[in-house]
Structures are given as C-alpha cells and as structure tokens.
C-alpha cells in the first residue's frame, strides 16, 4: 500500500502542517516535556504518524511502541494492563509510549483509569491520545496533555505528495489527474495515495477520471446538506434535518470543511453580488472548528446557516 509505504518516519519526511511538526520538533529536544499528548484533527490528517515519529524522538523502538486501537479496546481492563506496562523499565528502549487511536472511543471507565497514570507518569512512559472528536473525552483528561490540532493538507501540498510518489513509483499522472485527486482527497494524504495507487491501474484517462469523480466527491447527504444551505427554500432547515438524521455524524469536522469547500466554490463561481454576499455569510457562519462540540456544534452551524435571509 502506497500510504503505508511512504509513510513519514521522520518530521523531515511530513508534509503541512509545519507550525506543528516545528514544535514538536523543539520538543523532542527538550530534556522538559510532557508526558501526555493530545493530537486532535480530521480523519487521515496524520495524527497517528506524528505520535509515531514523537515516540522514536523520545527512544522509544518498535518494541516499546504500544498502539491501542480505542475502538475494540474501550474497557477499563485493558487500561490496567496499559497502566501496570507503564509503570515497568522498558528493557530495550530509553521509553516506552503508549498510543491510543480513536481515543474519544474509550469508555467512560476507561478514561477514569487513565487519569492516575497521565497525572503521575512514570518517567519512561509517554501518553498519545489520537482523536478526531475530543469532545468526548473527559475534560480532566484532556487538561493533563499538551494539545495539538493537526489539519488537513491544503490543495498544493498533496499535489506536491502525489506527483513525488507518483514520480517515484512510475505512475503517470498528467496536472488535471493529480488535481482532482488533491481535490477528492479532502486533505487526507492518506486518501490522496490510496486513490493515486487504484488510479494507477486504470489504463484510459476517461475511465481515471470517472472513477475519481466516484469516489472523491462529498458523501451523498454532505452534498445535499450543501445544496439546501444555498437554495432559496423555507423548508431548508426541514430537508436538512431529514438529511443529517440517517448520519452518526462521528467526523463533524471533516463535514464542515466539506460544506466550506462547496462554498467556496459557490462564491468564485457567480459574478453576483447578491449572492456573493450571501456565500459569504454561509462561509461566516462555518468559519469555527467543531472540536469542542462535535456534532451538535455542526448541527447548531447548519441550523444558523438556514436561518440567514435569502
């Protein structure tokens, strides 16, 4: 897999997001550092992999590398086995980190029996919390980590990732190929290279670009939220409501860029200024991020977007 395979493994090797890495970089330097981290961002944006390349930083090897998908491991028990590991002189390694994926999955419990261990860590042991929702996870929890937002990759960024692995591996993508699979990757370079690498064997340039169009485009219910908030309609709110009710809304963030995306693409594509300054209002409406409230923010964003006179 082309995503697992050029994977970071150095802050050298990430791309964006360079405001983050350069302060990870400074702390990986510092003999004083915190012991708990908390990565929050959108789906694909490389959360995992900064806590990956932090844990080697801090002389942690693949031995004393623990990642915790919090998904199927919620329960308190498995925390006390993490907790009693913690507390144990890694044999190979100058630390041992322990790294929690999807980490708003955890279980009330389970965060509970995680605030002991995060307050008074031992010196060997590191914390990383992965998550794209940390709303829910407890507030006492969150206040013992250093917290990092890790966005999603702008537009040249990814074009950059994807001509340079392309290039590497031998893949022909022309400019308009790489740019809508920038475009459908949503700023995931997860997603950019797993489209880049189905693309790859799809021999015709028409058929590449169909099939980018079908899997890069908004979620069905994403797009038609986007396209009640810029119809002239009464009953806007009312579709959109019937809409978002069949979703679990598990990645708002993500959903809010998608709708600013749309609008923006709204806004340079009409020379009107009426509706120019109605797209703009949309956009100000969406300008916040949602990972304080998750989503009831999003729902409350898109209840005060249907609200703004046509």
Known sequence: MLYQKYRPTTFENVVGNRQVVESLQELTRSKQRPHSYL???PRGCGKTTLARICARMFGATDIDIVEINAANETGVEGVRAVT??????????????YIY???????????????KITEDC???AYFFFCTT???????????????YTVQQLRSPELRQLIDRVAATENIKVDEEVSRMIADASQGSPRSALMILEQVAHIPDKAEV????QTVAVTEKTVLDVCKELVTVNPARWTNCHRYLQSMTLEDPESFRLA??????????????????DRYIQLITVFEHSLYNNGGAGLLAQIYRACLIDD
Request: hydrophobic share 35%.
């Open 39 to 41: 990565f929050q961002g």
């Open 101 to 115: 994926d999807e980490a708003h999955k955890l279980s009330d419990g389970a965060q509970s029996a995680l605030l």
């Open 259 to 276: 709708i600013l995306k749309y609008l923006q693409k709204c806004l340079l594509g009409t020379t009107d200024y009426g509706k120019q």
């Open 122 to 124: 031992p010196e060997q």
């Open 84 to 97: 009693e590991g913690a507390a144990m002189v890694p044999m190979f390694s100058k630390a041992r980190v």
């Open 209 to 212: 670009e169909s099939f980018i």
């Open 133 to 147: 929702d940390p709303q829910k996870l407890k507030a006492t929890l969150r206040d013992r980590c250093a917290s």
